[in-house]
């Protein structure tokens, strides 16, 4: 039987609980969300190679290899970063037009071939080269900022070919003005960086700015003051794996991962990070003041905010510039979900279950203010190495997110302009005969919390019933279903062996009141390191 729905039930969550509870837990595969578009797809990917290139060498180029885990978008270009998780990534950055919609095109390596080092050896780690890129950021000065790990074949023997870095390009130019190398004091043994945020709130000049970097291996937020030149780390438990959530799962497919923090994203109204690892079921956040102010003294704890708990494991996290909700994109669920953490309102933004299989990266633009570009792949296939080459593997969706209130969108920081017309002729969803149309989740102490619970603002000092949820009349636990809390009787995640479910945790103590806009005093902050590292320019 399907539900009938109710004052507190979002009426497409309504149907779309009905469609999986008849269609006994699976939507079609071509099911297509409501105003998700499909900007880009490949099955495997190519590069525009040069005439000299060695392509039939699958340590150059292996294209079962190749898959897109960073996205920045301009106003005609596409750049994508493909890491060296595995051998034959002949390019680790790219770029495509954005002109055209729906098609596969051919990846142009940027800024030029002579970057790569893809099974080369005669290269210095002084050169400008890039390795293995996770993620890429785009400044307010038409800048895209390169994290590169440095680590190659990082799924497989794990090499650390050279330091990592930062190069900051000019998007005018396409030449690299600057270079910035870490410390040693910042680095671990097995240091893997793989995703940043640009932190411009109080920027007087363009790298008068706050870097926040992921260590995924060894966990931790590295902070890099650009105005300053001069890094520091911090760590914190709730950077580091939790093992009962190693194994992911989509659709078929199990695979396990014990990756630290490296869903990353910056509320820059709030001035508030949010951060997740991989391998747990739970969101957290810290304010930008703590970040800033220094390595902290021995002994003395990061002040991190249990934000709340999600369905399933997840990667990409973005900032709505509406309202401040947080976006989401639970892996299990092959769903992008918002949550707002001011009022507890919830909704489900798309879910495909071929479309959004593993959303690896999420970022709003200045081009088109209000739209999410996601990077959405099949990183489970090649992890598993059961690549099916005759799917599409690697994708680029579009999403235009709702409004918060029709008519007055709240503006950024630092003049950017966020202001999203009524029928924006350059970016909207209409001219693909494709418009998302929201309607928010009614907020009540019944609501049908379909992917996030927040403790902060429910139950603050236990998780013992993690869920608010709506009684869904008959249905089978045993089947897979994404708008179904889990612990109505869902057996994934596996239970915990070693402690009760409902045992609270030291994360659990981390929850506080809804995050404020700022913090009421920046931390004192301790001496940092006296010694300046290489910021250097390039002209």
Same mark, same amino acid.
């Given at each position: 039987?399907?539900?009938?729905?109710?004052?507190?039930?979002?009426?497409?969550?309504?149907?779309?609980?009905?469609?999986?509870?008849?269609?006994?837990?699976?939507?079609?595969?071509?099911?297509?969300?409501?105003?998700?578009?499909?900007?880009?797809?490949?099955?495997?990917?190519?590069?525009?190679?040069?005439?000299?290139?060695?392509?039939?060498?699958?340590?150059?180029?292996?294209?079962?290899?190749?898959?897109?885990?960073?996205?920045?978008?301009?106003?005609?270009?596409?750049?994508?970063?493909?890491?060296?998780?595995?051998?034959?990534?002949?390019?680790?950055?790219?770029?495509?037009?954005?002109?055209?919609?729906?098609?596969?095109?051919?990846?142009?390596?940027?800024?030029?071939?002579?970057?790569?080092?893809?099974?080369?050896?005669?290269?210095?780690?002084?050169?400008?080269?890039?390795?293995?890129?996770?993620?890429?950021?785009?400044?307010?000065?038409?800048?895209?900022?390169?994290?590169?790990?440095?680590?190659?074949?990082?799924?497989?023997?794990?090499?650390?070919?050279?330091?990592?870095?930062?190069?900051?390009?000019?998007?005018?130019?396409?030449?690299?003005?600057?270079?910035?190398?870490?410390?040693?004091?910042?680095?671990?043994?097995?240091?893997?960086?793989?995703?940043?945020?640009?932190?411009?709130?109080?920027?007087?000049?363009?790298?008068?700015?706050?870097?926040?970097?992921?260590?995924?291996?060894?966990?931790?937020?590295?902070?890099?003051?650009?105005?300053?030149?001069?890094?520091?780390?911090?760590?914190?438990?709730?950077?580091?794996?939790?093992?009962?959530?190693?194994?992911?799962?989509?659709?078929? &497919? !199990?695979?396990? $991962?014990?990756?630290?923090?490296?869903?990353? /994203?910056?509320?820059?109204?709030? #001035? @508030?990070? %949010?951060?997740?690892?991989?391998?747990?079921?739970?969101?957290?956040?810290?304010?930008?003041?703590?970040?800033?102010?220094?390595?902290?003294?021995?002994?003395?704890?990061?002040?991190?905010?249990?934000?709340?708990?999600?369905?399933?494991?997840?990667?990409?996290?973005?900032?709505?510039?509406?309202?401040?909700?947080?976006?989401?994109?639970?892996?299990?669920?092959?769903?992008?979900?918002?949550?707002?953490?001011?009022?507890?309102?919830?909704?489900?933004?798309?879910? &495909? !279950?071929?479309? $959004?299989?593993?959303?690896?990266?999420?970022? /709003?633009?200045?081009?088109?203010? #209000? @739209?999410? %570009?996601?990077?959405?792949?099949?990183?489970?296939?090649?992890?598993?190495?059961?690549?099916?080459?005759?799917?599409?593997?690697?994708?680029?969706?579009?999403?235009?997110?709702?409004?918060?209130?029709?008519?007055?969108?709240?503006?950024?920081?630092?003049?950017?302009?966020?202001?999203?017309?009524?029928?924006?002729?350059?970016?909207?969803?209409?001219?693909?005969?494709?418009?998302?149309?929201?309607?928010?989740?009614?907020?009540?102490?019944?609501?049908?919390?379909?992917?996030?619970?927040?403790?902060?603002?429910?139950?603050?000092?236990? /998780?013992?019933?993690?869920?608010?949820?709506?009684?869904?009349?008959?249905?089978?636990?045993?089947?897979?279903?994404?708008?179904?809390?889990?612990?109505?009787?869902?057996?994934?995640?596996?239970?915990?062996?070693?402690?009760?479910?409902?045992?609270?945790?030291?994360?659990?103590?981390?929850?506080?009141?809804?995050?404020?806009?700022?913090?009421?005093?920046?931390?004192?902050?301790?001496?940092?390191?006296?010694?300046?590292?290489?910021?250097?320019?390039?002209?």
């Amino acid at each position: 039987m399907c539900l009938k729905p109710t004052l507190a039930m979002h009426s497409i969550l309504a149907t779309a609980l009905c469609l999986l509870l008849w269609s006994n837990g699976r939507l079609p595969v071509d099911a297509q969300a409501p105003g998700l578009q499909v900007v880009k797809h490949w099955k495997l990917l190519g590069y525009n190679f040069e005439s000299s290139a060695r392509a039939s060498d699958p340590q150059f180029y292996n294209p079962e290899n190749v898959l897109i885990t960073g996205i920045a978008v301009t106003e005609d270009r596409i750049f994508i970063a493909t890491p060296k998780l595995f051998s034959g990534v002949s390019s680790t950055v790219s770029w495509v037009s954005k002109a055209q919609i729906g098609d596969s095109p051919t990846l142009q390596a940027y800024p030029d071939w002579s970057f790569s080092n893809t099974a080369r050896s005669n290269f210095n780690c002084s050169d400008l080269i890039l390795t293995s890129v996770y993620r890429l950021r785009i400044d307010s000065c038409n800048r895209l900022w390169l994290l590169d790990a440095g680590i190659s074949r990082s799924l497989e023997d794990y090499e650390i070919t050279c330091p990592p870095k930062i190069l900051v390009v000019d998007l005018n130019t396409d030449r690299v003005v600057r270079r910035i190398d870490f410390p040693p004091e910042v680095l671990r043994g097995e240091t893997l960086f793989t995703n940043m945020v640009i932190d411009e709130t109080t920027a007087k000049s363009c790298d008068d700015v706050f870097v926040y970097i992921t260590d995924t291996v060894e966990p931790g937020i590295i902070v890099y003051d650009s105005g300053k030149d001069v890094t520091w780390r911090h760590s914190h438990p709730a950077m580091y794996p939790d093992p009962d959530f190693a194994q992911s799962e989509i659709h078929n &497919d !199990r695979f396990v $991962l014990m990756d630290g923090v490296v869903g990353l /994203t910056f509320d820059e109204r709030k #001035g @508030v990070v %949010y951060f997740q690892p991989l391998a747990t079921d739970r969101v957290f956040s810290v304010h930008k003041n703590v970040l800033r102010g220094g390595p902290l003294p021995s002994g003395q704890m990061l002040d991190v905010k249990l934000v709340g708990k999600k369905s399933s494991q997840g990667i990409g996290l973005a900032v709505s510039p509406f309202d401040g909700s947080l976006i989401f994109s639970p892996l299990t669920e092959t769903a992008i979900a918002s949550w707002n953490p001011s009022n507890n309102q919830q909704s489900v933004l798309a879910h &495909d !279950r071929d479309k $959004l299989q593993f959303v690896a990266d999420m970022t /709003t633009t200045r081009a088109e203010p #209000g @739209v999410i %570009y996601a990077i959405s792949s099949k990183f489970h296939r090649f992890f598993l190495k059961n690549l099916n080459p005759n799917e599409y593997n690697n994708r680029i969706v579009r999403l235009e997110l709702p409004h918060a209130k029709p008519g007055a969108p709240k503006r950024p920081l630092l003049g950017h302009p966020l202001t999203l017309t009524t029928a924006p002729a350059h970016n909207s969803l209409l001219h693909y005969n494709l418009y998302n149309t929201h309607v928010h989740a009614q907020s009540t102490t019944n609501a049908l919390q379909t992917y996030f619970t927040s403790p902060a603002l429910t139950t603050p000092l236990t /998780t013992k019933t993690p869920y608010k949820f709506e009684n869904a009349g008959i249905v089978n636990y045993g089947l897979r279903n994404p708008f179904t809390a889990l612990n109505q009787g869902e057996a994934f995640p596996p239970t915990k062996a070693t402690r009760d479910n409902y045992q609270r945790s030291y994360l659990d103590t981390l929850v506080g009141g809804p995050v404020t806009t700022a913090a009421a005093t920046a931390p004192a902050a301790p001496t940092p390191y006296s010694n300046r590292h290489s910021g250097y320019y390039y002209h």
